[in-house]
C-alpha cells in the first residue's frame, strides 16, 4: 500500500517554476530520496509535503488521505510527519531526553518516557540521555534529531540534507546506521540530497530531480546502469559519451567495436547501407566498462591519471581523439603519454538520439 | 510579498509604539504655533545664543575626549599585553554604573576653592591659582571621564575583529606598527568609532544632571527652567524643537556609520599575537589605564562611599527606604513594560517580516536618542490636553467637572521611560529571537506543536537570558534616569535620582552620597552581566547556520 503520493504537484515564486508536475509514490516502510544539484527544487517539495508550503496544482496524499491540494493545506502540526533538519534545529534549551520527548503526549508520562528510552537505545545515545545538544559532537545531535522525528511514531519522515554538516567518513557510517535504525522502525521515509553516495547508501528508490522534474525515479542499480536521459546519466556516477552509428535496433558500432543495447531511435530498416536516415547516437560509458588488456589491438593514449588506491582512473584519448575513462587496478601504473591496450568489456549499453 | 495592505494585529502594534515615538517630535514642533512673544523675545535674546554657544563646545570637548580615551584605551588592551590587561579589560567598562552627575558632584567637591585638594596645596606649599573647576573646561573634563566607555567598548570589538589582521597585512607590506596603526587599523576602525562617539555624544545631549550641577546651561536645563521656573511649556517645548534638530544629526550619523560597520567586518576574533611591549612601556600603560580607572571610578565610588560612612547613620531613615522603594518599584514597571512592549515588537518583526515592519521597528526604536527631558515636555503636553478633553466631556455627558484623570498618574513617566528606552530592550529580545531559526519552529511544529503552545513551550525558554538581560539593562537605566522623573513624577514620587538632584542643587554634596551610592551599585549588575555574558558566549555549544 502506497503511504506517499505526490501527483503532478506544481509550485512557484513569482514567474519562476519551482517544481513542476511532480509526480511520485511510496510504499510503506519504504525509504525514497530525491536527489539533485542545489536549486533542483528538492527541498521545496519536502517541504510542501511536510506542509509548511501550499501546493498550487496537484495533490499530495499520506496514507490515501489528501493532506495538500490547491485551496487545502493541513496544518503540518496535524500530518503526523517528522521532519529532520539539515541543521538539526534541535531545541538547545532541553536535554537530549526533553528533545526526544518534546512530540509525545504529555500525559502519559511512563509511556513516554518508554518510548524515549527505546530510542536513545536505538540510536545509541542511551548515556547521554541528559546532556543538553551544544554538548554533543555533530553525528551525535544529527541521532538525537533522527529520534527526536521518529519518537511519536510518524507515518512517514522527511530528512533534508540530514548529513551535510558532517565530515565525509562520519556521513557515510551514519548513512548506514541511518537506514538501520529507520528499518527496525519500520518507518516510511523520503531524503532529500545531493549526495548520490548518500542516496545510494540510505534510500531503495531515488528520483533524480533536475530544474524542478523529476528525470527518473527508480532503484539505485538501474539509476547507474540504465539512465533514462542524458542529465541522469551524466549526473549519476562517472563516464564519458562516445559517438556510434546505429547499425540496427539493437546494435551500435563505434569506435571500441560494435556494441548491442537500447537504441533510442526508431530503426526498422535492414542495415545502414541501405538506409538513407544515418542515425547517430553518443553511447554511455563508464569507467568500468573499459578494460585494461595488454594483448588487445586496441591502443589509447594516457592523457591524464588520478590515483585511488585500489585503481587508478585513467583518461585515455582514443584514436579518434574522443576520450574514455578506465578504472584499472593500481599495479598497472602507466606514465602519462604512454599507449596502453584496451579492451570493452560492456554487455549492454545505453545510448542517447544525437542531438 | 503581497500586493494589498491588510491592517492586522502584529502590524498595527508596531505602527502604534512608533507613533509614540513620533509624538515628542510633532509636539515640540507644533508648538512653533503658538507664540509667547515676550517669552520667546526674552529666550531668542538671552537665553538661545547662550545654549547654543555652550552645546557647540560641549559636543566638540566631549567628542575629542572620549575619542582619545576610548580608542587609545580600547588598542591597548585588544592589542597590546601589559600588567594588569585582563583586570584593566572589563574594569575600564565600570565608569558606566557610575552616571555622570555623581563624578561631577564629587569632582566639585574635590577639586572646589574650599575642596581637600586646593585647601592642601594652598596650605601646605602656599600654591594658589589653579583653574575654577566649575567651568567649561570641568564639564567636558568629568563628561569625557563618565561617557568614554561606550568608545571603549565598541572600538575594543572593531581592534579585536580586524586589529591584528589589518596590522600584519600592513607589516607584511613595509609599514612600521605605529604607521600601520594610523594608515590602516584606526581607518578600518572608523565605523566603530564614529558610532561609539555618537553615543556618547547623544547622551552628552540628553545629560541633565551634571550641566545642572555645573550650573553649565545647556538645552535640557533651560527646559527644565522654562516649565518650572518661566511655566510655559510651549518656550520648554520650542527649547526641545532645536535640541532634537541636534539629536538627529547624532543619530544620522550613527545609523550609517552601523551600515559601513557591515561592509567593514573582515575576520572573527582570534586569538592573535598581541604586540608585546617593553617592561617600560608596559607599566607605561598601564600607568595610563589605571589612572583614567582611578579617575573615572575608584576616586568618586572611594569619596562616595567615604562620605556615605558619615552620614549613613543620619540619612538612612524612612524617608530614604521611601526614595528607594519608589526607585525600585518604577524601575521595575519600567522595565516589566518596555521587556514586554519589546517582545511584541520582535515578535512582530518575525510574525510580518518586510521593509514596512523594519521601518516601524526603526523608528520604534529611535527613542533612546530622544534627551528625557524633550519626552517629558513632549508626552505631558498631549496627556494633559487629553485630560482636558475627558474633562470637558464630563462636564458635558455628566454634568460634573471632575478632576483630572490622567494627569497625576504615572501615564506620562511610564510612557517616557517606554519610548527612552525601548531600544535597550528591544535590542537583546531581537537578537535573541533572531537565533531561533525558522527550523526549529517548524520542527515543534511536525511534532505536533501548534502556534500558541510554540511561545511558551520554546520560544520563551529560548528567550529567557535575552529577556532577562534586556529587563536588567532596562531597570538599571531607568535607576539612574534623571530628567524624566525629576519632571513627570506624579506628587509624593521621589525616587534616589531625584534625591541625588534635590541635594546637589543645594550643594549638600555628602548627602547626595547615600542615594548615589546605592544607584552605583545596581549600575554594576549589567556591566558584571554583560562581561560575564561575552565570556560565556565564547563556551556556547557549535552553531549551525
Known amino acids: 500500500m502506497d503511504e506517499l503520493v505526490l501527483d503532478a504537484v506544481s509550485q512557484s515564486y513569482g514567474t519562476r517554476q519551482i517544481i513542476s508536475s511532480l509526480s511520485f509514490h511510496l510504499a510503506r516502510g519504504e525509504i525514497g530520496c530525491l536527489l539533485g544539484p542545489s536549486g533542483c527544487g528538492k527541498t521545496t517539495a519536502l517541504r510542501c509535503i511536510a506542509g509548511f508550503e501550499p501546493v498550487q496544482s496537484g495533490s499530495i496524499c499520506i496514507a490515501a488521505a489528501t493532506v495538500s491540494r490547491p485551496g487545502l493545506t493541513l496544518a503540518a502540526e496535524k500530518r503526523r510527519i517528522g521532519m529532520v533538519f539539515q541543521d538539526y534545529a534541535l531545541f538547545p534549551h532541553l536535554t537530549v531526553a526533553g528533545n526526544v520527548g518534546f512530540g509525545l503526549p504529555q500525559r502519559n508520562q511512563p509511556a513516554a518516557k518508554a518510548r524515549v528510552d527505546e530510542l536513545l537505545g536505538l540510536v545509541g545515545l542511551a548515556q547521554h540521555a541528559l546532556k543538553y545538544p551544544h554538548q554533543l559532537s555533530g553525528g551525535q545531535q544529527q541521532r538525537v534529531a533522527l529520534a527526536r522525528a521518529l519518537a511519536p511514531r510518524p507515518r512517514l519522515i522527511l530528512m533534508d540534507e540530514p548529513f551535510s554538516n558532517l565530515d565525509v567518513e562520519l556521513r557515510e557510517r551514519l548513512s548506514i546506521e541511518v537506514r538501520d535504525i529507520l528499518k527496525r522502525e519500520a518507518t516510511t521515509a523520503l531524503i532529500v540530497t545531493h549526495d548520490q553516495h548518500e542516496a545510494f547508501a540510505l534510500a531503495d528508490r531515488v528520483g533524480v530531480m533536475h530544474q524542478g522534474r523529476i528525470q527518473q525515479w527508480d532503484t539505485p542499480y538501474n539509476l547507474y546502469h540504465r539512465p533514462a536521459n542524458r542529465f541522469v546519466a551524466d549526473f549519476v556516477g562517472q563516464g564519458v559519451m562516445l559517438s556510434g552509428d546505429v547499425l540496427n535496433s539493437r546494435q551500435v558500432r563505434t569506435e571500441l567495436g560494435v556494441l548491442d543495447g537500447q537504441i533510442p531511435v526508431d530503426c526498422s530498416s535492414g542495415g545502414c547501407q541501405a538506409c538513407p536516415r544515418s542515425c547517430g547516437v553518443d553511447v554511455l560509458l563508464r569507467p568500468d566498462d573499459i578494460v585494461h588488456d595488454d594483448d588487445s589491438p586496441l591502443q589509447a593514449e594516457v592523457e591524464n591519471k588520478a590515483f585511488r588506491g585500489a585503481e587508478f582512473l585513467y583518461t585515455l584519448k582514443l584514436p579518434s581523439g574522443q576520450r574514455a575513462l578506465s578504472l584499472v587496478p593500481s599495479h598497472h601504473n602507466h606514465a602519462i603519454g604512454e599507449k596502453i591496450g584496451i579492451r570493452l568489456s560492456a554487455d549492454h549499453v545505453i545510448a542517447f538520439r544525437r542531438d | ?545
Not at chain 2, 389 to 410: H, I, P, Q, S, Y
Not at chain 2, 470 to 484: G, H, N, R, S
Request: glycine residues 8%.
Open chain 2, 1 to 545: 510579498m503581497t500586493a494589498r495592505w491588510r491592517p492586522d494585529g502584529w502590524r498595527l502594534l508596531s505602527w502604534a509604539v512608533a507613533a509614540l515615538v513620533l509624538v515628542p517630535v510633532l509636539v515640540s514642533f507644533s508648538s512653533f504655533t503658538q507664540l509667547d512673544r515676550t517669552t520667546l523675545a526674552h529666550l531668542g535674546e538671552f537665553v538661545l545664543p547662550e545654549l547654543l554657544v555652550n552645546t557647540f563646545w560641549l559636543l566638540l570637548g566631549v567628542g575629542l575626549g572620549v575619542s582619545v580615551l576610548g580608542v587609545s584605551l580600547a588598542w591597548l588592551v585588544a592589542m597590546c599585553e601589559f600588567p594588569g590587561r585582563r583586570v584593566l579589560d572589563w574594569a575600564l567598562l565600570l565608569p558606566l554604573a557610575l552616571p555622570a552627575y555623581v563624578t561631577a558632584f564629587v569632582a566639585i567637591d574635590l577639586l572646589d576653592f574650599s575642596g581637600p585638594l586646593q585647601s592642601w596645596l594652598r596650605n601646605g606649599w602656599g600654591i594658589t591659582g589653579l583653574p575654577e573647576v566649575r567651568s567649561r573646561a570641568g564639564v567636558i573634563a568629568v563628561m569625557s571621564l563618565a561617557l568614554y566607555p561606550y568608545v571603549y567598548l565598541i572600538a575594543k570589538n572593531a581592534f579585536a575583529t580586524q586589529g591584528a589582521m589589518a596590522l600584519e597585512a600592513a607589516q607584511s607590506l613595509g609599514l612600521s606598527r605605529p604607521r600601520g596603526f594610523f594608515k590602516v587599523a584606526l581607518p578600518m576602525a572608523r565605523p566603530w568609532i564614529a558610532a561609539g562617539v555618537m553615543l556618547a555624544l547623544m547622551e552628552t545631549l540628553a545629560d541633565f544632571g551634571t550641566v545642572a550641577v555645573f550650573n553649565y546651561d545647556t538645552f535640557t536645563t533651560a527646559i527644565y527652567k522654562a516649565w518650572y521656573s518661566l511655566f510655559s511649556l510651549p518656550a520648554a517645548a520650542q527649547l526641545a524643537s532645536v535640541l532634537i534638530m541636534f539629536v538627529l544629526i547624532a543619530v544620522v550619523i550613527e545609523q550609517r556609520s552601523r551600515a559601513q560597520m557591515r561592509f567593514g567586518a573582515v575576520g572573527r576574533a582570534s586569538a592573535s599575537r598581541r604586540i608585546t611591549l617593553t617592561r617600560q612601556q608596559g607599566w607605561l600603560a598601564f600607568g595610563y589605564a589605571g589612572a583614567v580607572l582611578l579617575l573615572a571610578f575608584v576616586i568618586p565610588v572611594g569619596r562616595l562611599l567615604l562620605w556615605t560612612w558619615h552620614t549613613a547613620a543620619r540619612d538612612l531613615d524612612a524617608r530614604y527606604w521611601s526614595f528607594t522603594l519608589h526607585s525600585l518599584m518604577l524601575s521595575a514597571l519600567g522595565a516589566m513594560l518596555v521587556v514586554a512592549v519589546g517582545l511584541l515588537l520582535a515578535y512582530a518583526g518575525r510574525q510580518r517580516a518586510g521593509t514596512g515592519m523594519v521601518w516601524a521597528q526603526r523608528i520604534a526604536t529611535l527613542g533612546y536618542a530622544f534627551p528625557g527631558a524633550v519626552l517629558a515636555v513632549g508626552l505631558f503636553i498631549p496627556v494633559a490636553a487629553l485630560d482636558n478633553l475627558l474633562m470637558d466631556a464630563g462636564r458635558a455627558w455628566f454634568g460634573f467637572a471632575g478632576t483630572e484623570v490622567l494627569k497625576g498618574t504615572l501615564l506620562v513617566m511610564l510612557l517616557a521611560y517606554l519610548v527612552r528606552f525601548l531600544a535597550v530592550g528591544f535590542g537583546p529580545i531581537d537578537s535573541g529571537l533572531q537565533r531561533i531559526t525558522r527550523n526549529v519552529d517548524e520542527a515543534a511544529r511536525s511534532l505536533g506543536c501548534s502556534s500558541a503552545h510554540l511561545l511558551g513551550r520554546v520560544h520563551l525558554p529560548m528567550l529567557r537570558l535575552s529577556l532577562q538581560t534586556a529587563a536588567a539593562l532596562t531597570f538599571v537605566d531607568i535607576m539612574k534616569e534623571m530628567p524624566i522623573t525629576l519632571m513627570t513624577r506624579p506628587f509624593g514620587w521621589d525616587t534616589l535620582a531625584v534625591r541625588v538632584f534635590e541635594m546637589t542643587s543645594e550643594g549638600e554634596w555628602e548627602r547626595a552620597a547615600l542615594p548615589s551610592l546605592a544607584i552605583v551599585l545596581t549600575g554594576i549588575i549589567p556591566i558584571l552581566l554583560l562581561t560575564w555574558r561575552n565570556g560565556a558566549a565564547h563556551h556556547e555549544g557549535p552553531k549551525h547556520g
